[in-house]
């Protein structure tokens, strides 16, 4: 990746900061999107969040640069987001998704809602204790990121040097944390707060759900559509398919108690009794088709396919969930049409366009600015400085140059004039005089790493 330069908005605290509108490739730290304080509707009573990594703005930020970042793998080719894409519910289209030493033994789960689920354990198989858990295992995985230990791979210590060893991290890290030290523990806790940040509440369910409650026909809905709602809420001894008892409105996620589902294949071959964990029903399909293939071996692409085995006798084996030995369910395709047309009605559209949970690099795989808090810095009088003058203090990333600008930010494209260059002491301080004793000025601390 290309070297970005980092910059620091400060004023005089006596004039606003125009408003800076978002580029491609450009991460603006002084307005930073809302991930910490984003509306929930009132029927949702979950939240997964522990009390010791709540999420941040700032914090959530560095999650999305990590998430993106394909330098967390060993040979910089695969990211997080390689195998949850945004476009596809934070799920991939392929059946088994790329690594950096061949692919994946389960499918990638779609990560849509996951602070909101009450089952907090992660992977299909739940050997992940949490969230934060589950963050680093992939990076730490031989074949999917590579920072195994073994297997003649790098270890995690290697990936925190190699981190430690980008200007850029270190001041994202020092913004979030207080300080630039880099570590499993936080790198863990930014991804976790950015993955927790990714839900869905606009749906045409959601809209319902505001008007009636989940036993109440929707207003919004079509007669279709609350027939297929009732189909799934309904337990078979009442008429419905007992979707419901597995996975639960509101959130429609997994009963933390559900065994495995009747799919044992396994990716490859053989068979896997060990998934008992399952993603939300939520934007099981996507605006334009499944975010699909499903089940942990991606053995289903459509929802025929779903619904026709729930709704046939499912053989029994020593992990299925109890409430699935029972004999077919007295469905014909045709009547599971309006239960489809309900799973379609959980589909949202924020968190596909949402550019909060997108890609921060652009083209070339370049992250080119990176603009800090303007609490970062502040304006002060210098007693023994002359008349019209501040000192610009703050603190940033210790041990290297920053360039102080300011600029009037008149006209559509401002221009910037180079004031000093200087370098940030062993605490990370840096201080300048500069001028203030007419217009209306702005000033920027800009980090610009030397070209490799």
């Known amino acids: 990746m290309k070297n970005p330069p980092l910059i620091i908005f400060v004023t005089s605290g006596l004039f606003s900061l125009p408003a800076l509108h978002a580029e491609v490739g450009v991460l603006n730290l002084t307005e930073l999107a809302n991930y910490a304080n984003q509306p929930v509707p009132s029927y949702i009573v979950h939240d997964n969040t522990p009390a010791n990594n709540p999420i941040t703005d700032v914090g959530a930020t560095l999650g999305r640069v990590l998430f993106y970042d394909r330098r967390l793998s060993r040979n910089n080719s695969v990211s997080c987001a390689s195998c949850h894409e945004q476009g596809h519910a934070f799920s991939d289209p392929d059946v088994a998704s790329t690594g ?247 589909t949202g559209k924020a968190v596909y366009e949402d550019p909060k949970w997108s890609d921060p690099f652009d083209a070339n795989g370049s992250l080119q600015l990176i603009i800090l808090p303007p609490a970062a810095f502040d304006l002060v009088r210098d007693e023994s400085g002359e008349e019209g003058t501040r000192v610009l203090r703050g603190r940033v990333a210790p041990n290297l140059d920053y360039r102080i600008e300011q600029s009037t930010l008149s006209g559509e494209t401002p221009e910037w004039e180079t004031l000093a260059t200087v370098r940030s002491d062993a605490d990370g301080l840096i201080r300048h005089e500069v001028t203030t004793d007419s217009g209306k000025r702005f000033y920027r601390v800009v980090f610009a790493p030397p070209s490799p």
């Open 100 to 346: 950096v030493a061949g692919t994946t033994g389960r499918h990638s789960m779609r990560l849509i809602n996951a602070r909101f689920n009450r089952e907090v354990r992660f992977f299909w198989d739940e050997r992940a204790a949490s969230v934060e858990d589950q963050a680093s295992q992939p990076i730490q995985d031989h074949v999917e990121m590579g920072f195994s230990g073994a297997s003649g791979d790098p270890g995690f210590e290697v990936l925190t040097a190699k981190l430690s060893a980008i200007p850029e991290y270190r001041v994202l890290f020092a913004a979030t944390f207080g300080d630039a030290a880099i570590n499993e523990d936080r790198i863990q806790r930014a991804l976790a707060q950015f993955v927790r940040s990714i839900q869905s509440f606009d749906s045409k369910y959601d809209a319902g759900r505001a008007l009636a409650n989940d036993d109440e026909d929707f207003p919004n809905f079509s007669a279709q559509e609350n027939l297929g709602k009732r189909q799934f809420m309904l337990p078979p001894d009442q008429g419905g398919a007992g979707c419901a008892s597995c996975h639960t409105p509101p959130v429609f996620d997994i009963d933390p108690a559900s065994g495995n589902n009747g799919v044992i294949g396994k990716i490859g071959g053989g068979q896997d009794l060990t998934n008992t964990r399952a993603p939300s029903l939520r934007d099981l399909l996507g605006p334009s088709g499944p975010n699909g293939p499903f089940m942990h071996d991606g053995s289903m692409t459509g929802l025929g396919q779903i619904t026709n085995h729930y709704r046939s006798a499912i053989p029994d084996n020593p992990s299925l969930d109890p409430r699935l030995r029972r004999p077919a369910l007295p469905f014909h395709n045709r009547d599971l049409a309006p239960l489809r047309m309900f799973l379609h009605t959980l």
